[in-house]
């Protein structure tokens, strides 16, 4: 039978009935009986009745000495047909290892009354009747190990890894050459975090059955983990070329390929994947996440429905659609699905954090809203771990040296460590240790020169939020600063555990936690204003600026603004492009109508994709404003970045989130920027300018916006004077001064080290 149906996407071929069903026959020859049942059970999914697929799932729970499991299958399939003799024979066999030689020879002979001349049949019924029992002797040994195997898989597929492992070593007592029992060992002790153990396992199956391809895989997998990438890459290759239908190799190879950044090859492997299973859909999943990346939007939303398709309860997939639509301005259709994934999975706090993120890109929301928000994912998701927080043996001695423990994922060459990283970089040795507990799985000399000054440093990649927790709480720290917030990646979980006496979100994200864990906010008078103060449950400390940055890296010199070359104004604009909605683009259109002859300057990372940067330019063009007066440019080195900003004479700041690093790296290099304050959330823009002198740069509303662009940029004698100074205005201030920054930083750290110990003597 051939139904005809092929994916969404003409890229993503899917298999018909008939070929999915002869690949499961092919797996089953080769004893690759998960992937048969796998196929199997897809197959019976869209079609309930598949003889041959049922009697496939009977075979399989044969081979796996599941006998009453394989009775029950044929019975199924015999309820839809009772003239095939094959169905008959396998259901006596499986009676008669099941130890029931009445029925097995009642089965039999309904095969043989439609096979009669079958000599197979023949012979299998004149061993029952001759035996009625098979040969204890010879199989008590096999069938022992069967029955612990799979009392050890029933053990992994609950969680119950402990239990599982203690199963698989039964098995291997009474079989000691049993790989099956070794591969999924050394599945369970890598998930147990037990690598090295599991490798020996993986190699010792391997051993034994050296065309073994799932150890193969699984070892790749291991190795991948222990960071010995080039191994594990061979590992897959290994298995593909024992089975170049391997779907999970094909995956596995797809994922180290995208974190190498080698996205075509990654998208290759992954359609390979399911060109060979078309019912994976994790494979799907990540062929939509290198989409994504690639800035084929429409594409990667097609994968995450493949494999919705698939899994309807998948709440990863819908959690990616919705951080798709959410950088297409779609805000309310992203909702929609983090909300989805919450419904699936309601311990979803990555989900929640990301539907928090997105319902503050929403212009018109209130504070009292996006707060709101916030409080339920403390309720959801926090305060159950309420009753874990420990008991702290931390000395109470308020002059001690301190140990300050940093929670971030990017310790290297990024925008968050750019902020917070003079602070560590900068510290009293003295007085203050530094412990990082890192989850960037990418180094660089900026992780270096982190490492060279920590006391500790901890790679978290590999810990879930538990065991970070039990490890900050192992290692004493006294104050615990969390540097990201709601944003992606961050392990506001682990906080949520309480495993420091005093814990802070600083310089991440600017809205707080709204987490009783949390004890403080980082922030300015301008950055939270003050009749804001009261949504929030942390307690906020006030600082000079509430961001800060690093000033070691190499700036290019400042040159004169370039109307002066050009004749025309060219206003930029360099922030996420998510945070340019519609009407942050209908703003600047009308800048644009105000001043005929002004270009924009769009520079940001997703313009890299020629989708995206049609999308702009159709939205520019149908709301009047020609191509010409638009360049687009997606990514560069940061250094050409900066260079970049001479080719710009007013950065335009997008609302309601608006620019933190590149409101820093615009002033640095002279570049002023406008911000529209009053309809800007927790306005950090606002902040710089004003420790720069330069208010007069915060528009209120905006037709004060727009009336203020439209004057600076007709004084092109004020711009050449302001981009002259700016640099030394920076230079001189809190803002570019890392040492009178750390040190306003540790003072407040000492105060509330000394505050917690009068509560504690």
């Known amino acids: 039978m051939n139904d005809g149906k092929q994916a969404k996407d003409d890229d993503q071929p899917r298999l018909t009935i008939d070929e999915a069903f002869a690949l499961a026959v092919?797996?089953?020859?080769?004893?690759r009986y998960s992937e048969a049942d796998s196929l199997s059970a897809a197959i019976l999914k869209s079609y309930p009745q598949h003889i041959a697929a049922i009697n496939m799932q009977g075979s399989i729970a044969q081979k796996c000495n599941r006998y009453d499991v394989a009775v029950e299958h044929f019975l199924r399939a015999l309820d839809i047909d009772r003239n095939i003799a094959i169905l008959h024979f396998n259901l006596g066999v499986s009676h008669y290892y099941n130890k029931q030689?009445?029925?097995?020879?009642?089965?039999?002979?309904?095969?043989?009354?439609?096979?009669?001349?079958?000599?197979?049949?023949?012979?299998?019924?004149?061993?029952?009747?001759?035996?009625?029992?098979?040969?204890?002797?010879?199989?008590?040994?096999?069938?022992?190990?069967?029955?612990?195997?799979?009392?050890?898989?029933?053990?992994?597929?609950a969680g119950n890894i402990a239990e599982a492992i203690d199963w698989y070593n039964k098995v291997l007592v009474i079989d000691s050459v049993n790989t099956a029992a070794l591969c999924n060992l050394g599945a369970a002790l890598q998930q147990q975090g037990k690598l090295e153990e599991a490798v020996v396992a993986y190699n010792k199956a391997i051993n034994l059955k050296p065309e073994f391809e799932e150890a193969h895989s699984n070892l790749g997998n291991t190795l991948i983990e222990l960071g010995r990438v080039k191994e594990g890459i061979v590992c897959y290759q290994k298995a593909i070329s024992i089975n170049p239908s391997y779907a999970s190799a094909h995956n596995n190879l797809g994922e180290v390929r995208y974190k190498q950044n080698r996205l075509d090859d990654a998208v290759l492997s992954f359609k390979t994947a399911i060109n060979f299973k078309p019912t994976m859909a994790e494979a799907h999943l990540n062929l939509g996440i290198v989409f994504n990346k690639q800035g084929l939007l429409d594409k990667a939303i097609a994968s995450y429905k493949n494999a919705i398709d698939i899994k309807p309860d998948y709440a990863e997939a819908y959690n990616n659609i919705g951080l798709v639509l959410q950088e297409q301005s779609k805000y309310e259709d992203a909702i929609a699905n983090y909300k989805k994934a919450l419904e699936i999975k309601e311990d979803y706090s990555e989900a929640h954090s990301n539907m928090i993120f997105c319902v503050d890109l929403i212009?018109?929301?209130?504070?009292?809203?996006?707060?709101?928000?916030?409080?339920?994912?403390?309720?959801?998701?926090?305060?159950?771990?309420?009753?874990?927080?420990?008991?702290?043996?931390?000395?109470?001695?308020?002059?001690?040296?301190?140990r300050i423990g940093y929670v971030n994922a990017d310790f290297k060459h990024h925008s968050a460590s750019h902020i917070f990283g003079p602070v560590l970089l900068n510290h009293d040795a003295n007085n203050f240790e530094i412990y990082c507990y890192a989850g960037n799985s990418v180094e660089d000399d900026m992780t270096q020169q982190y490492k060279d000054v920590a006391t500790g440093w901890v790679s978290t990649i590999k810990m879930d939020d538990t065991a970070l927790a039990a490890k900050i709480h192992s290692d004493q720290i006294d104050i615990l600063v969390d540097t990201a917030g709601q944003t992606q990646g961050n392990r506001l979980m682990a906080f949520a555990r309480k495993p420091a006496p005093i814990q802070i979100t600083a310089w991440g994200y600017p809205h707080g936690t709204a987490m009783e864990a949390m004890d403080y906010l980082f922030a300015d008078p301008i950055f939270i204003p003050k009749k804001e103060r009261k949504n929030y449950s942390e307690e906020i400390i006030d600082l000079s600026c509430v961001i800060h940055l690093n000033p070691y890296i190499s700036y290019p010199d400042v040159a004169e603004p370039p109307v002066l070359k050009n004749g025309y104004i060219t206003f930029g604009a360099f922030n996420r492009l998510e945070k340019n909605s519609q009407e942050v683009y209908l703003l600047w259109i009308e800048l644009l109508k105000r001043l005929p002859d002004a270009k924009l300057f769009i520079k940001t990372l997703k313009l890299e994709s020629q989708e995206r940067k049609e999308e702009v330019e159709n939205f520019f063009i149908a709301n009047g404003i020609d191509k010409s007066r638009l360049m687009l440019m997606g990514r560069t080195t940061h250094k050409e970045h900066l260079k970049i900003h001479n080719r710009v004479d007013i950065m335009l700041d997008p609302f309601p989130h608006n620019g933190g690093m590149t409101t820093l790296e615009s002033v640095r290099m002279g570049v002023p920027v406008l911000t529209c304050e009053k309809i800007t959330r927790c306005p950090t823009s606002a902040s710089i300018l004003h420790v720069m002198g330069m208010d007069e740069w915060r528009a209120e509303f905006k037709e004060d916006f727009l009336t203020k662009a439209v004057e600076f940029a007709a004084d092109t004698n004020r711009l050449k004077t302001l981009r002259a100074q700016m640099r030394s205005r920076f230079d001189s201030s809190v803002l570019g001064d890392p040492k009178l920054y750390t040190n306003e930083i540790e003072a407040i750290y000492r105060k509330l080290w000394k505050i917690w110990c009068a509560k504690n003597k």
């Open 363 to 402: 212009p018109d929301i209130s504070s009292d809203l996006y707060h709101t928000e916030r409080k339920r994912w403390n309720t959801q998701h926090a305060m159950p771990l309420r009753k874990f927080w420990p008991y702290f043996k931390n000395i109470a001695d308020p002059d001690k040296v301190l």
């Open 26 to 31: 092919e797996h089953f020859n080769a004893e």
């Open 101 to 157: 030689p009445e029925q097995a020879k009642k089965a039999l002979q309904a095969a043989l009354k439609i096979e009669p001349g079958n000599s197979h049949f023949n012979s299998i019924m004149n061993t029952v009747k001759k035996n009625p029992y098979p040969n204890v002797i010879n199989q008590t040994k096999d069938n022992e190990a069967a029955k612990t195997l799979q009392l050890g898989i029933s053990a992994h597929r």
